[in-house]
């Protein structure tokens, strides 16, 4: 009898289907508010949509340059400028991607191979570490701690050596919300010189921003433009996680790099779509203005439940999840609190431990994703605040 797990590449063996997906699945069995996968399910704007049906009805079906349609890149470029002090040639540096998960496997597909080393942080964002894992390099972790989820300077300037060949920077982060501020990018930016490394950023939450907390791209420290790859996408900040549309903006040799390896992997990003987003940059202030606000209410509404019934949070300083400790709720682990939450309460959440190297430092702690429409959140803090007579009644 043939066992097919025979055929597997040694560089899958290690990458499972991850915990968030898994809750989905079940939350879906079970008819609970998905509090788990991080998909925001408010609508599309409306200009962007009209836009899209335009390009559709105009059959601008065919397959783009494969760094993506001029008048996108020279968009990206302008808000690069404007947004994140970063200065960029549209024609060289700017690559459109397939979401921002295309440039960061072309990115990683380009840059990074056995024997290398990348420098991850933990809580991470799965796809990372996965997608990492498929180019089979050595992954140093190096922890964020504390009230501000802060990094030990010793300990990172530690995790670098001379096999480094990049880190991995999340900024605002999934999951633990984190906003690196200004002086951490400059302990990050100081490494990467001394040891001739790489950054790739993750900025994807970079307009969910809440209180006085700033975002600052990492490539617009000083030294840091020529070895920077920043990515970011309209995912999040529009609400179109399912259009896989993203971008990079690196220097040219970088951004050249990637789109050779993007283009084999899927040629080029879906057309009509990528005409469809270039209108979403004549969205006005206040668009990003009202969207950081809404979150921030559903921040509030979200911490409040679980505050209410001893699920310790952090308030996050950007991005739309909170990370809570179940400890003080009566549970010893991350999955009884996940389970009892889903089975009991209605809300699926994603068990800590998923988002570190060793279990055991997310252990007691659960993931909750904010982003959904006010009614759905409202069902799932009732479910929340119902925890107490759940756990008096078994
Ligand atoms: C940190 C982070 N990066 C990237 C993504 C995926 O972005 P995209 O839809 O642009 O591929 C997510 C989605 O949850 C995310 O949390």
């Known amino acids: 009898m043939t066992n097919p797990q025979r055929f597997e590449a040694q560089r899958v063996a290690g990458i499972a289907q991850s915990d968030i997906r898994l809750m989905s699945r079940r939350c879906m069995e079970v008819g609970a508010v998905n509090l788990g996968q991080g998909i925001c399910d408010q609508p599309t704007p409306?200009?962007?949509?009209?836009?899209?049906?335009?390009?559709?009805?105009?059959?601008?079906?065919?397959?783009?340059?494969?760094e993506g349609i001029d008048p996108l890149r020279a968009a990206i470029a302008r808000k690069m400028k404007s947004y994140n002090g970063i200065e960029c040639d549209p024609d060289t540096d700017v690559m459109v991607s397939a979401g921002s998960t295309g440039a960061f496997v072309a990115a990683v597909l380009s840059f990074i191979e056995a024997g290398d080393e990348v420098i991850l942080f933990s809580p991470f964002y799965g796809y990372h570490l996965n997608v990492?894992?498929?180019?089979?390099?050595?992954?140093?972790?190096?922890?964020?701690?504390?009230?501000?989820?802060?990094?030990d300077p010793d300990e990172l300037a530690a995790a670098f050596t001379s096999k480094t060949k990049a880190i991995i920077v999340n900024t605002p982060a999934n999951p633990?919300?984190?906003?690196?501020?200004?002086?951490?990018?400059?302990?990050?930016?100081?490494?990467?010189?001394?040891?001739?490394?790489?950054?790739?950023?993750?900025?994807?939450y970079e307009y969910i921003l809440y209180d006085d907390h700033e975002h600052v791209s990492l490539a617009t420290l000083p030294g840091m433009a020529d070895r920077t790859i920043t990515i970011s996408g309209f995912s999040k900040t529009y609400n179109m996680t399912g259009w896989r549309l993203g971008y990079s903006v690196a220097a040219q040799?970088?951004?050249?790099?990637?789109?050779?390896?993007?283009?084999?992997?899927?040629?080029?990003?879906?057309?009509?779509?990528?005409?469809?987003?270039?209108?979403?940059?004549?969205?006005?202030?206040?668009?990003?203005?009202?969207?950081?606000?809404?979150?921030?209410?559903?921040?509030?509404?979200?911490?409040?439940?679980?505050?209410?019934?001893?699920?310790?949070?952090?308030?996050?300083?950007?991005?739309?999840?909170?990370?809570?400790?179940?400890?003080?709720?009566?549970?010893?682990?991350?999955?009884?609190?996940?389970?009892?939450?889903?089975?009991?309460?209605?809300?699926?959440?994603?068990?800590?431990?998923?988002?570190?190297?060793?279990?055991?430092?997310?252990?007691?702690?659960?993931?909750?994703?904010?982003?959904?429409?006010?009614?759905?959140?409202?069902?799932?803090?009732?479910?929340?605040?119902?925890?107490?007579?759940?756990?008096?009644?078994?």
């Open 46 to 66: 409306d200009l962007v949509k009209e836009a899209a049906k335009a390009a559709i009805d105009a059959d601008q079906s065919i397959y783009s340059k494969y």
């Open 132 to 151: 990492l894992k498929l180019a089979r390099p050595t992954i140093k972790h190096v922890t964020l701690r504390g009230d501000n989820w802060e990094f």
């Open 176 to 204: 633990c919300g984190k906003v690196f501020t200004r002086e951490e990018l400059a302990t990050i930016a100081g490494l990467c010189q001394e040891h001739d490394v790489l950054a790739i950023t993750d900025e994807i």
């Open 253 to 394: 040799p970088l951004t050249a790099r990637m789109g050779v390896v993007a283009d084999l992997v899927y040629i080029c990003p879906p057309t009509p779509l990528q005409h469809g987003v270039v209108a979403a940059f004549d969205l006005p202030a206040s668009y990003y203005e009202q969207m950081s606000a809404d979150y921030a209410a559903k921040r509030a509404m979200t911490m409040e439940a679980c505050d209410a019934v001893g699920l310790r949070s952090l308030a996050p300083h950007g991005s739309y999840y909170l990370m809570v400790d179940v400890r003080d709720a009566g549970f010893t682990t991350d999955r009884e609190a996940a389970d009892v939450l889903l089975n009991h309460c209605g809300v699926a959440a994603v068990p800590g431990s998923s988002f570190y190297v060793d279990p055991k430092d997310g252990a007691t702690q659960l993931r909750l994703c904010f982003a959904k429409q006010d009614h759905d959140l409202e069902r799932a803090c009732a479910g929340i605040r119902s925890l107490p007579d759940v756990m008096a009644s078994r």
